[in-house]
């Protein structure tokens, strides 16, 4: 049941041969891509380009799937019912997310059971941000302001990306990530100018957030495997370092207002370049994680797949509800 | 301040309302993240959310009624177990799918007959909350009676499930209609129609759709359990309190 593609034979076919991939064919892809055309999910492409995006959307799809865990970890004990409300719309809209995400993967011929069970299996990855855990209600505002807020700047370039089904997905995705960095700010303004047991539970969290919410934009352009051929691919505007720069440049104010402080040394403003120096990055805790899973990644996997395992009797419901009912429908026929 | 018990009838029931909204919202949280499909998880954490904001709007007027506590969450999420008012249904666990779904089927197919009642009353303003929210109930029954019939329809696990939530939850159902002396002196004022003459009609509903989903029947079961709206609760509610009430408890009169 997960080997389904979902292409017609007709379009395997016609893919197939541009899985050949002669040069002729790699360039006038790359012509189409560099005219700045929108690549749509019936067009010939590359079979390496297709299966980038796969793997690219599919990943950001189980990213938001995996993200409801740490955020839902504080849905019943969240501290009022204005704060619980928010709370499950923002998680909802992540679960929304999932599925646009997947939909939009969907439209290069893998099917979303196929990609989930490479999720399950361990196969393919989830932001290495979801591994760390949120053992604070503080937590939620830093993930709402810093996770989100990472979100944001590697996903607005992906708004214009060279796929099309992916790039308008991204539109919305955008919009209430927006919206979600502002109600993380927010808990945490609240929380820097409640009291100082509140502010000291807020800056606890900003020192365990900071360095795997900077995580989030990848290895730095020396190590990154992806970057180079996504870039001419148009998949990919920015490198990971230069992302990264630009939500630590946007940030550091943002901490400074509520007086709260980045756990980072090194941090200083550089008047030449016009933008933070900052500090190494813990690239070898950054690898531990993308690897075994870091604090909380075999939890995240595990709740997951029980969920799915204790779904399989609902589905095997549904699929043999919806057999009879169609049988007799028939047969009333 | 310290938490009031209501005086009035009408605030006493309207925190009823509340509290059942509150505590069935607060199972269905629990299931964020963990539904059996991903669809599904969208459904149950929306319902979650109808449900809190019900219980939202509901304390809101009840604390304009009455002084009862400093602000809404004080008084949502402070009170002692036995200040919650709330029917033993709602804080019923878990259990599996077949469970989540016979409790909000009943819950909801009993809180439409019970907020219809209310869009005549003589109070305007639980009069719009129920119109509102009559709304989000029809969507919830939509739902739950489809998955009803897939689930009591489906296979022979799916419908020995629902036999087992049947078994578990039906004895619930009494407590919903009862008509105690807070409801009775709503119907003399005006707040309220007499939704408990509803009763039989609701159960026949009830077996309409039984019949629908592969014919399961209702338990032969020895007797209705209540006590919920007395506040004498089960093993199950203090156990959502104490997750639910954590953060107000540790850091009392702090603003989040």
Same mark, same amino acid.
């Not at chain 1, 053992?135 to 708004?159: H, R």
């Not at chain 2, 709503?186 to 007499?194: H, M, P, T």
């Given at each position: 049941?997960?080997?389904?593609?979902?292409r017609t034979?007709t379009e395997k076919?016609a893919q197939?041969?541009t899985?050949?991939?002669?040069?002729?064919?790699?360039?006038?892809?790359?012509?189409?891509?560099?005219?700045?055309?929108?690549i749509e999910a019936k067009d010939a492409m590359?079979?390496?380009?297709r299966?980038?995006?796969?793997?690219?959307?599919?990943?950001?799809?189980?990213?938001?799937?995996?993200?409801?865990?740490?955020?839902?970890?504080?849905?019943?004990?969240?501290?009022?019912?204005?704060?619980?409300?928010?709370?499950?719309?923002?998680?909802?809209?992540?679960?929304?997310?999932?599925?646009?995400?997947?939909?939009?993967?969907?439209t290069l011929g893998?099917?979303?059971?196929?990609?989930?069970?490479?999720?399950?299996?361990?196969?393919?990855?989830?932001?290495?941000?979801?591994?760390?855990?949120?053992?604070?209600?503080?937590?939620?505002?830093?993930?709402?302001?810093?996770?989100?807020?990472?979100?944001?700047?590697?996903?607005?370039?992906?708004?214009?990306?060279?796929?099309g089904p992916?790039?308008?997905?991204?539109?919305?995705?955008?919009?209430?990530?927006?919206?979600?960095?502002?109600?993380?700010? =927010?808990?945490?303004?609240?929380?820097?100018?409640?009291?100082?047991?509140?502010?000291?539970?807020? !800056?606890?969290?900003?020192?365990?957030?900071?360095?795997?919410?900077?995580?989030?934009?990848?290895?730095?352009?020396?190590?990154?495997?992806?970057?180079? !051929?996504?870039?001419?691919?148009?998949?990919?505007?920015?490198?990971?370092?230069?992302?990264? !720069?630009?939500?630590?440049?946007?940030?550091?104010?943002?901490?400074?207002?509520?007086?709260?402080?980045?756990?980072?040394?090194?941090?200083?403003?550089?008047? =030449?370049?016009?933008?933070?120096?900052?500090? =190494?990055?813990?690239?070898?805790?950054?690898?531990?994680?993308?690897?075994?899973?870091?604090?909380?990644?075999?939890?995240?996997?595990?709740?997951?797949?029980?969920?799915?395992?204790?779904?399989?009797?609902?589905?095997?419901?549904?699929?043999?509800?919806?057999?009879?009912?169609?049988?007799?429908?028939?047969?009333?026929? | 301040?310290?938490?009031?018990?209501?005086?009035?009838?009408?605030?006493?029931?309207?925190?009823?309302?509340?509290?059942?909204?509150?505590?069935?919202?607060?199972?269905?949280?629990?299931?964020?993240?963990?539904?059996?499909?991903?669809?599904?998880?969208?459904?149950?954490?929306?319902?979650?959310?109808?449900?809190?904001?019900?219980?939202?709007?509901?304390?809101?007027?009840?604390?304009?009624?009455?002084?009862?506590?400093?602000?809404?969450?004080?008084?949502?999420?402070?009170?002692?177990?036995?200040?919650?008012?709330?029917?033993?249904?709602?804080?019923?666990?878990?259990?599996?799918?077949?469970?989540?779904?016979?409790?909000?089927?009943?819950?909801?197919?009993?809180?439409?007959?019970?907020?219809?009642?209310?869009?005549?009353?003589?109070?305007?303003?639980?009069?719009?909350?129920?119109?509102?929210?009559?709304?989000?109930?029809?969507?919830?029954?939509?739902?739950?009676?489809?998955?009803?019939?897939?689930?009591?329809?489906?296979?022979?696990?799916?419908?020995?499930?629902?036999?087992?939530?049947?078994?578990?939850?039906?004895?619930?159902?009494?407590?919903?209609?009862?008509?105690?002396?807070?409801?009775?002196?709503?119907?003399?004022?005006?707040?309220?129609?007499?939704?408990?003459?509803?009763?039989?009609?609701?159960?026949?509903?009830?077996?309409?759709?039984?019949?629908?989903? *592969?014919?399961?029947?209702?338990?032969?079961?020895?007797?209705?359990?209540?006590?919920?709206?007395?506040?004498?609760?089960?093993?199950?509610?203090?156990?959502?309190?104490? *997750?639910?009430?954590?953060?107000?408890?540790?850091?009392?009169?702090?603003?989040?």
């Open positions: 049941m997960y080997s389904t593609d979902l034979d076919k197939a041969v899985a050949s991939e002669d040069a002729a064919l790699w360039e006038a892809f790359q012509k189409r891509i560099d005219a700045g055309d929108i590359p079979e390496k380009y299966a980038t995006l796969v793997r690219q959307i599919s990943q950001h799809a189980h990213s938001e799937i995996v993200g409801m865990l740490p955020e839902g970890n504080w849905v019943t004990r969240a501290p009022s019912l204005k704060r619980k409300l928010i709370l499950l719309a923002k998680i909802q809209d992540e679960a929304g997310h999932g599925l646009y995400l997947y939909s939009a993967a969907e893998r099917s979303r059971d196929d990609m989930v069970a490479d999720l399950l299996s361990g196969k393919a990855k989830f932001s290495t941000i979801f591994t760390y855990p949120t053992p604070t209600w503080a937590d939620i505002g830093t993930v709402g302001w810093l996770v989100d807020g990472a979100a944001i700047v590697n996903q607005i370039p992906l708004c214009r990306c060279s796929y992916y790039a308008r997905a991204m539109v919305r995705v955008c919009k209430e990530e927006s919206f979600h960095q502002r109600q993380g700010y =927010e808990i945490v303004t609240t929380m820097a100018r409640g009291a100082p047991e509140q502010k000291a539970m807020a !800056q606890e969290s900003l020192n365990r957030m900071w360095w795997p919410s900077l995580m989030m934009f990848g290895p730095s352009d020396a190590a990154s495997l992806h970057s180079s !051929q996504n870039m001419k691919w148009n998949i990919k505007r920015h490198s990971n370092d230069v992302l990264r !720069q630009r939500f630590i440049d946007a940030t550091v104010p943002q901490a400074e207002i509520l007086g709260l402080t980045i756990p980072d040394p090194d941090l200083v403003w550089n008047k =030449e370049r016009e933008a933070y120096d900052f500090g =190494e990055i813990n690239w070898d805790e950054f690898w531990a994680v993308l690897k075994d899973g870091g604090q909380c990644g075999k939890s995240r996997l595990r709740a997951r797949r029980a969920a799915h395992d204790n779904g399989t009797w609902v589905r095997e419901a549904a699929g043999a509800y919806a057999k009879k009912h169609k049988t007799r429908v028939g047969k009333a026929a | 301040m310290a938490i009031h018990i209501p005086n009035k009838p009408e605030t006493a029931y309207i925190v009823r309302l509340a509290d059942n909204a509150l505590i069935l919202g607060q199972r269905l949280s629990e299931m964020c993240g963990h539904a059996p499909e991903m669809e599904l998880d969208i459904a149950l954490t929306n319902f979650a959310l109808d449900l809190i904001g019900q219980a939202n709007l509901l304390y809101e007027h009840a604390l304009n009624l009455e002084t009862l506590a400093s602000n809404v969450d004080e008084f949502a999420l402070t009170r002692s177990l036995d200040d919650y008012h709330n029917c033993l249904l709602v804080a019923q666990p878990n259990v599996d799918f077949a469970h989540i779904i016979v409790r909000q089927y009943f819950f909801s197919t009993f809180q439409k007959t019970q907020y219809e009642a209310l869009l005549g009353s003589n109070d305007k303003t639980l009069a719009a909350i129920a119109e509102k929210s009559l709304k989000e109930i029809a969507y919830q029954i939509r739902l739950a009676h489809g998955w009803m019939l897939r689930l009591g329809d489906g296979t022979e696990e799916s419908r020995a499930r629902m036999v087992d939530a049947l078994d578990c939850l039906w004895r619930y159902t009494g407590e919903l209609f009862e008509k105690d002396s807070t409801l009775s002196a709503l119907i003399k004022s005006g707040a309220s129609a007499d939704f408990t003459l509803e009763y039989k009609n609701w159960q026949s509903e009830m077996m309409k759709t039984f019949s629908q989903a *592969g014919d399961l029947q209702a338990p032969d079961i020895l007797q209705m359990l209540s006590g919920g709206h007395d506040g004498q609760h089960d093993e199950n509610l203090g156990h959502i309190l104490k *997750g639910m009430q954590y953060m107000q408890l540790k850091y009392p009169g702090l603003q989040w």
